[in-house]
């Protein structure tokens, strides 16, 4: 998966971390290449990419119409509010059990209720 594969390389994180931050909170276009991830759809952009996916259990509908609409491979624009999640810092008893407790890494995101999301006609 590519999303999974990327979180590796931490210089092209940090590279689109200090572009898309400032953008943070604003209702943003951006054009990109849609991937399964998990959770949703994974966009590929800027070198990087944000997930697309339901923040809360009002945009699973969405999320599955979306699904039933799109494919992994479409080239996809995408108009919505970016948003950014922080990697929680680990409690005591997770610095002491690494292991035992799964967190999502600190990505970016849409969340699928709120977005335009659209096949890309126009060529790069």
Known sequence: MIAAAAQNDTRAF???KSEMMPKVG????????LHDGKPGFWLAFNNWGAYIYAANK???EKENSLDAQFRAGQTVRVTGTLRHFAEPSATKKEEQHPRSVQRPPEHF???VAEVEMSVNTQSH
């Open 58 to 60: 009002s945009g699973i």
């Open 109 to 111: 995101f849409f969340d």
């Open 14 to 16: 940090a590279k689109f």
């Open 26 to 33: 604003q209702k943003i276009t951006v054009v990109g290449t």
